[in-house]
C-alpha cells in the first residue's frame, strides 16, 4: 500500500514542475453560487482525481473579491445529496445573513436555493464556508477566500492570496477519508490531514524577484491544523490579523502561528537573489518544508522600499474593559481532560451517557452545544468581556461571528481585533468587544470535530 507521507511529497513536489490544471470552470452567471460535487487532481498526477464538494465546479472555492462597503449577493443553489448553508467569515453581517444553519436559517435542502444579500464594511481578508455539518462539508472543500478590498491600497507590487489546508485522504483510492465524525478526532486534536496544500496544490510555486514586495494573504482553512510558519528569503511584516489591521506594521521576527479559521496579511519584501528561491517555510513538528516556494528570477529592483505603511483602519469601537460586563467560558472535556459529569438537556449525566450522544467536550459544565441556552444575553451596544479558560490537553481556535473582539492582554490592554483567539492547552485569554450588531451570534471553536462535539455557545444581542 502507498503511504502518503511527507518525504515523498517532497520527493514528488521536486520531481514534478507543475501539475496539470483541473479545474473546470463552469460558464455560471455571477450571483450564483451552486454547491456541487467537482472532480479534483488534489494529489500528484500518477494518484488520480479526488472527489470534492465545491462552489461553480471548484473545489475549493473560487475567490469572492469585492471594494469595501460593496454589496455581496449571492443565489446559494445546493446541488449536493445534503442539506447546506454558507457562513461569510469574520464580515460583520446582518444576522439573517450569517448562514448558520439552525440559528440563522434552515439548511438549505437539496436541489434548494437560498438568497445571501450583504454589505462587506470592513476591508480584508476574509472567506466564506459551509456552515451546515461543517465538519464534513469544509472538510470536501466548500470553502473560498473573501476579499474586501480597501479604497487606499497598499504600495506593493502584488499579491497573492494563500488558502492553507490539510486533507485526509486514503492513498489507494485518492479519496478523502469519509469517516468525518471519527470518534478520535471529535475527542482529540480533530480531523487532522495527512496530505498539505495551498490553494488546493502541494507544490505551489510562485516566480518572484528580488526586491519585490508582494502582499500575503493568508488564510487558514483547515478543520484543526494550527501552521506555524517562518519566512525565508523574504522580508515581512504582519499588517493585518483576521482581516483587521493593525495600528502599526509589526516585523516578521519569530514564528506566526495560524489556528483554523484564523487569516493573517503580511506584506514581504524579497531579499533572496536572482536564482535563489524564497519560502514560506511550515514548521512541521519533526522538520520543517516549503509550504510555498518563490523562486527569484532576474531582473529585480536594486533598491529596497521604505518600511510599509499601516493599512486603513475598519470601524471599531475600542472595548471599555471598566464598565464592560464580565463572562467566563470555562473549556473542559476531551480525551485526557478529567471532566467526569457535565449537563445535557438540563440533567446531570456521566461522561459515559455524553460520548454516548455523540459530545466529549463541555462550555461551563454544560455539553449541550448549540442546542443549549445562550452563554449570555447582551444589550446592544454593551460592552462586553469574556475569560475564557482552556482547561483541556489540546489547543483551541474560540471564533465568535457577527463582532469582532480585542484579545487583552495580560497587562489588561487592548490586544489586536480577531474573530478567532487560539488557546494553547492549559490557558486562559480574555477577549473584549463591543456588542454593536444584534442578533444571535455563534461563539464555538473553529477546530470543526470539536464544535460538533459540545463546543459551541451563542451571545445572544438585543
Ligand atoms: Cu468560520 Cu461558525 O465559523
Ligand atoms: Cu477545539
Redesign the pocket.
Known amino acids: 500500500m502507498r503511504s502518503l507521507n511527507r518525504r515523498q511529497f517532497i520527493a514528488s513536489a521536486t520531481a514534478l514542475a507543475t501539475l496539470p490544471s483541473s479545474r473546470v470552470f463552469a460558464d455560471a452567471d455571477a450571483d450564483l453560487l451552486s454547491a456541487q460535487e467537482v472532480s479534483v487532481q488534489l494529489l500528484p498526477a500518477d494518484y488520480g482525481p479526488t472527489t470534492l464538494w465545491g462552489f461553480n465546479g471548484n473545489a475549493p472555492g473560487a475567490e469572492i473579491r469585492v471594494p469595501q462597503g460593496a454589496r455581496i449577493k449571492r443565489t446559494l443553489r445546493n446541488a449536493l445529496t445534503q442539506p447546506t448553508s454558507v457562513h461569510w467569515h469574520g464580515i460583520r453581517v446582518d444576522n439573517a445573513m450569517d448562514g448558520v444553519s439552525g440559528l440563522t436559517q434552515s439548511a438549505v435542502q437539496p436541489g434548494a436555493e437560498f438568497d445571501y444579500d450583504f454589505v462587506a464594511p470592513d476591508a480584508g481578508t476574509f472567506w466564506y464556508h459551509a456552515h451546515n455539518m461543517s465538519t464534513q462539508q469544509v472538510a470536501r472543500g466548500l470553502y473560498g477566500p473573501l476579499i474586501v478590498e480597501e479604497a487606499d491600497k497598499p504600495d506593493i507590487d502584488r499579491e497573492e492570496v494563500l488558502v492553507l489546508d490539510d486533507w485526509l485522504v486514503n492513498p489507494d483510492t485518492a479519496q478523502l477519508d469519509n469517516d468525518f465524525e471519527a470518534a478520535h478526532a471529535l475527542s482529540h486534536a480533530?480531523r487532522i490531514g495527512n496530505f498539505i496544500t495551498t490553494n488546493a496544490a502541494y507544490n505551489l510555486s510562485l516566480k518572484t524577484r528580488k526586491n519585490e514586495r508582494m502582499r500575503l494573504r493568508l488564510i487558514n482553512a483547515s478543520n484543526a491544523r494550527i501552521f506555524p510558519l517562518q519566512l525565508q528569503g523574504l522580508d515581512g511584516w504582519i499588517v493585518a490579523l483576521d482581516g483587521m489591521p493593525l495600528a502599526v506594521p509589526q516585523k516578521v521576527t519569530e514564528a506566526i502561528v495560524l489556528g483554523p479559521a484564523q487569516r493573517v496579511d503580511l506584506i514581504v519584501d524579497v531579499t533572496a537573489d536572482a536564482g535563489e528561491t524564497a519560502h514560506l517555510v511550515h514548521l512541521g513538528q519533526q522538520e520543517a518544508f516549503s509550504q510555498v516556494a518563490f523562486p527569484v528570477g532576474s531582473g529585480g529592483a536594486t533598491t529596497r522600499r521604505a518600511d510599509p505603511a499601516a493599512l486603513p483602519p475598519n470601524r471599531a469601537t475600542p472595548v471599555d474593559l471598566g464598565q464592560a460586563t464580565a463572562l467566563t467560558l470555562n473549556m473542559e472535556g476531551g480525551a485526557m481532560g478529567g471532566l467526569r459529569t457535565a449537563s445535557l438537556g438540563g440533567e446531570e449525566k456521566t461522561m459515559r451517557e455524553i460520548v454516548d450522544a455523540g459530545r466529549f467536550w463541555a462550555f461551563n459544565g454544560a455539553a449541550d452545544g448549540m442546542d443549549g441556552p445562550p452563554l449570555a444575553r447582551v444589550g446592544l451596544g454593551e460592552h462586553v468581556r469574556v475569560a475564557i479558560r482552556n482547561d483541556t490537553a489540546?489547543p483551541?481556535?474560540m471564533h465568535l461571528h457577527g463582532m469582532h473582539f480585542h484579545e487583552i492582554a495580560e497587562d489588561g490592554s487592548l490586544g489586536p481585533l480577531r474573530d478567532t483567539t487560539l488557546l494553547e492547552r492549559n490557558t486562559s485569554r480574555e477577549i473584549g468587544f463591543v456588542a454593536d450588531n444584534p442578533g444571535e451570534w455563534l461563539l464555538h471553536?473553529h477546530?470543526l470535530s470539536?464544535a460538533a462535539s459540545g463546543?459551541m455557545t451563542r451571545i445572544v444581542v438585543a
Open positions: 480533530g489540546f483551541h481556535a471553536c477546530m470539536h463546543m
